[in-house]
């Protein structure tokens, strides 16, 4: 099992079985504080670093939040135009000097590997809030723990289930995390939906396919729901296209509304969508006329990344246990 105190969590191949149950086991102990239920100061004194040099709703707020909901500080830096990394200075440069302000640091860059190559000069943990195309984690887990839940509601576990991925499998970061939590399970089944230019990554793919699991590759969203257990729809990530008329070729291609859901997909299907979705007329992938519906996850999605992200702070800082210990009046 991982070593979480004073570590960097960088990719989700950090992890295994015992340090993702770590992880659920600690968000879950979180939904009081989540909750304002219950107060704890565990991390007064304590500074996060906030650093999003790439546009975010979700994942900065969320883990500025959560630092706060445990008792600490946040400073943040959004942008790259308002950091010296516009005037030449390196990752390696920034963290040095940051990871001294900071008592751990979330990160988001544009770049796949950016953060790895920051952590390596950073004397306090980093934590990726997204790398360019290539991973998610902190998004992988909460999508993981979301799935846990959902399907326990029906009877399900995540062994053995079948989970439909659909939209821009090239660029979008979270499926690539996803897809490596899910083959740490036995027997899951695979459907991989996308148009071919935009199709899930060979090493991705060969990752699946080591561990076992069966795979679907298709460019219909037709005909290929039926089984789906779970539907995990995903935007075009246009910001990662060479050209806006490269990436409106895709835009709109899959969309799924009320009546494809009714006809194509199980009644009980858990719909999924690591947000922003696209809600412009000409992209729209999953239509409005589904937000109230029972079987959308995707604000539950949102609302448990709060969690995951206050037991990764307590995590990685060593204070899981000491919750209690500081609690406060609410
Ligand atoms: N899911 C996600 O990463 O959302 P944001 O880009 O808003 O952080």
Same mark, same amino acid.
């Given at each position: 099992m991982m070593q979480f105190e004073g570590s960097h969590i960088l990719s989700v191949n950090q992890l295994d079985l015992d340090s993702i149950n770590t992880i659920f086991n600690v968000a879950t102990k979180m939904t009081p504080y989540a909750l304002r239920e219950k107060r704890t100061n565990v991390l007064d004194g304590a500074i996060l670093g906030n650093l999003f040099f790439e546009p975010s709703t979700r994942t900065r707020v969320s883990f500025g939040c959560a630092f706060n909901l445990l008792g600490g500080h946040v400073r943040e830096t959004t942008g790259m135009a308002s950091s010296s990394l516009s005037k030449g200075e390196s990752l390696y440069d920034t963290a040095r000097v940051l990871s001294t302000y900071s008592d751990v640091i979330a990160m988001r860059h544009p770049d796949a590997y950016s953060v790895k190559e920051f952590a390596?000069?950073?004397?306090?943990?980093?934590?990726?809030?997204?790398?360019?195309?290539?991973?998610?984690?902190?998004q992988a887990l909460l999508d993981l723990f979301t799935i846990k839940k959902e399907l326990?509601?029906?009877g399900m576990g995540i062994d053995g289930m079948h989970i439909a991925?659909?939209?821009?499998?090239?660029?979008?970061?979270?499926?690539?995390?996803?897809?490596?939590?899910?083959?740490?399970?036995?027997?899951i089944q695979f459907t991989l939906i996308s148009p071919s230019e935009l199709a899930?990554?060979?090493?991705v793919i060969a990752d699946i396919e080591n561990a076992g699991h069966k795979i679907t590759i298709t460019e219909q969203l037709?005909?290929?729901?039926? %089984? !789906? #257990?779970?539907?995990? /729809?995903? @935007?075009?990530?246009?910001?990662?296209?060479?050209?806006?008329? $490269?990436?409106?070729?895709?835009?709109?291609?899959?969309?799924?509304?009320?009546?494809?859901?009714?006809?194509?997909?199980?009644?009980?299907?858990?719909?999924?969508?690591?947000?922003?979705?696209?809600?412009?007329?000409?992209?729209?992938?999953?239509?409005?006329?589904?937000n109230s519906h029972p079987s959308l996850a995707?604000?539950? %999605? !949102? #609302?448990?990344?709060? /969690?995951? @992200?206050?037991?990764?702070?307590?995590?990685?800082?060593?204070? $899981?246990?000491?919750?209690?210990?500081?609690?406060?009046?609410?």
């Amino acid at each position: 099992m991982m070593q979480f105190e004073g570590s960097h969590i960088l990719s989700v191949n950090q992890l295994d079985l015992d340090s993702i149950n770590t992880i659920f086991n600690v968000a879950t102990k979180m939904t009081p504080y989540a909750l304002r239920e219950k107060r704890t100061n565990v991390l007064d004194g304590a500074i996060l670093g906030n650093l999003f040099f790439e546009p975010s709703t979700r994942t900065r707020v969320s883990f500025g939040c959560a630092f706060n909901l445990l008792g600490g500080h946040v400073r943040e830096t959004t942008g790259m135009a308002s950091s010296s990394l516009s005037k030449g200075e390196s990752l390696y440069d920034t963290a040095r000097v940051l990871s001294t302000y900071s008592d751990v640091i979330a990160m988001r860059h544009p770049d796949a590997y950016s953060v790895k190559e920051f952590a390596e000069g950073s004397r306090v943990p980093v934590i990726n809030g997204g790398d360019g195309s290539n991973e998610h984690p902190t998004q992988a887990l909460l999508d993981l723990f979301t799935i846990k839940k959902e399907l326990s509601h029906a009877g399900m576990g995540i062994d053995g289930m079948h989970i439909a991925m659909v939209g821009d499998l090239k660029y979008g970061r979270t499926v690539h995390s996803l897809s490596r939590l899910l083959c740490m399970h036995k027997d899951i089944q695979f459907t991989l939906i996308s148009p071919s230019e935009l199709a899930m990554p060979d090493y991705v793919i060969a990752d699946i396919e080591n561990a076992g699991h069966k795979i679907t590759i298709t460019e219909q969203l037709e005909g290929n729901l039926h %089984q !789906a #257990d779970i539907l995990y /729809l995903t @935007r075009i990530q246009e910001e990662r296209f060479p050209s806006q008329e $490269e990436a409106n070729k895709y835009r709109g291609k899959f969309r799924l509304n009320h009546n494809i859901y009714t006809q194509h997909c199980k009644s009980n299907t858990v719909i999924m969508h690591p947000l922003p979705r696209d809600s412009r007329a000409q992209a729209n992938e999953l239509d409005n006329d589904l937000n109230s519906h029972p079987s959308l996850a995707i604000f539950r %999605q !949102a #609302d448990n990344g709060l /969690l995951i @992200r206050m037991a990764l702070f307590a995590l990685t800082l060593g204070v $899981e246990n000491q919750l209690e210990k500081y609690e406060c009046p609410v």
